[in-house]
């Protein structure tokens, strides 16, 4: 919390200049995490190149900043794939199910730029359609599924299909098969992505030798988790639901569960010793990752205003959870600082938002001393699957304010 009380005077300042509710945008601490996480890949993995997935947060000002930064990004959709390339990004991986022809066409006309990871075997004809379309060879990948039974089988292949999927490109006439694509989603450690490395290096092992020398990148996905880890709110842990479905309460006062999650430098030595064993045996490609919500969840806070105090205990706030467009603080736990009476005290308070709906809380306690009407307060962490998914439902979404460099210490 001290980064944010240091900084109490911006986000004043920020109140007193616009109307809140706000989205708060802090561009340091965004390139921040992109640093570290560069620095603890690039030191162990040769070749290698970080792309931002922009759903985990579709701000143009988070693309632009990371593209600018020198990174790649990560496109799921033609929205994505046209903000992408208005940043200039020099490096830009399409992928997700589903792609249209139309949304092809796009990547196809920027082929010196984008490169699409096919997710099936009908896209591939998509594709081909695209490259005939704009009389244009293209370069492909595959993304390769890590679940062949439950829901998550809906993206990419099986990897046992592999070699008939090169063969299929290669059948076409105008599509190079060059990469390989995986994703291991809410990561707190690295032990899913060492475990399906090992799979991609058996995948490997069944293509022809040279095919196997025709592939330049391997794309090892996001998922990494911050380092800070999850908090859960008591009734959302596996106990909490299992007494809720008894008809019974967690007891009083009971804490909130971190699960936490692996530094990111434990993410990079375990996977580059993955590659190192499963993958480099076999070729030497370019290695891409789409961190999202490692990198971008510390670069917004939203900032709120208490506008009513219904008793001692709990107050409504300007701005509703259709800010972060779901009932999030339901089950999870993030801190609320107040601003306008700062501390390290845990107050008690039900803080809820101004929707015609009782699903509209934001916590049940507040860094600082109990709020009041007129009282300012921070959530801090709300630039991940947040930013994103934000709604108009009922009231309007909150405007974007960007934060002026820190202060350095004098």
Not at 312 to 339: A, H, M, Q, S
Request: hydrophobic share 40%; charged share 20%; net charge positive.
């Amino acid at each position: 919390l001290a980064p944010h009380l240091d900084r109490a005077a911006d986000y004043l300042q920020a109140a007193n200049s616009h109307q809140t509710p706000l989205y708060l945008f802090d561009r340091e601490r965004l390139l921040a995490r992109a640093t570290e996480f560069e620095r603890a890949f690039s030191s162990r993995i040769e070749n290698f190149l970080p792309h931002f997935a922009i759903k985990s947060c579709n701000s143009p000002l988070v693309a632009a900043a990371l593209a600018d930064f020198g990174w790649g990004l990560d496109a799921s959709s033609g929205v994505e794939l046209s903000m992408a390339l208005e940043t200039g990004a020099k490096s830009i991986l399409f992928t997700g199910p589903g792609k249209t022809v139309g949304e092809l066409a796009i990547a196809a006309g920027n082929k010196k730029r984008v490169l699409v990871m096919a997710d099936s075997f009908g896209e591939l004809q998509r594709l081909h359609e695209a490259a005939s379309a704009a009389d244009t060879r293209l370069e492909i990948g595959v993304r390769l599924t890590n679940d062949t039974r439950g829901p998550w089988r809906k993206f990419g292949i099986p990897p046992s299909r592999l070699p008939e999927f090169a063969r299929a490109a290669k059948s076409l006439g105008n599509l190079d098969f060059i990469a390989l694509h995986f994703h291991t989603s809410w990561n707190m450690g690295p032990e899913a992505q060492e475990r399906f490395l090992g799979v991609v290096g058996r995948a490997l092992g069944k293509l022809d030798a040279a095919t196997r020398a025709r592939i330049k990148v391997l794309d090892i996905g996001g998922g990494y988790w911050p380092t800070r880890g999850e908090w859960t709110l008591p009734r959302a842990t596996p106990r909490g639901q299992l007494l809720g479905a008894a008809g019974l309460k967690m007891p009083q006062g009971a804490p909130a569960t971190l699960t936490k999650a692996a530094p990111i430098g434990v993410f990079a030595e375990k996977i580059a010793a993955a590659l190192e064993k499963h993958i480099f045996t076999k070729i030497k490609p370019a290695i891409y990752a789409e961190p999202g919500r490692f990198v971008a969840d510390d670069s917004f806070c939203i900032l709120l205003r208490v506008l009513d105090e219904k008793g001692r205990g709990l107050v409504i706030t300007d701005g509703g959870t259709n800010i972060v467009g779901w009932e999030k603080y339901e089950f999870d736990y993030c801190p609320i600082i107040n601003l306008s009476k700062p501390s390290l005290k845990r107050t008690k308070c039900l803080v809820t938002g101004s929707l015609c709906t009782p699903h509209d809380i934001w916590g049940e306690e507040v860094i600082g001393e109990m709020p009041v009407a007129g009282d300012f307060l921070l959530i801090p962490g709300q630039g991940a699957y947040t930013f994103s998914l934000r709604q108009e439902f009922i009231k309007p979404v909150a405007p974007v304010v960007s934060l002026p460099p820190a202060k350095k210490p004098a």
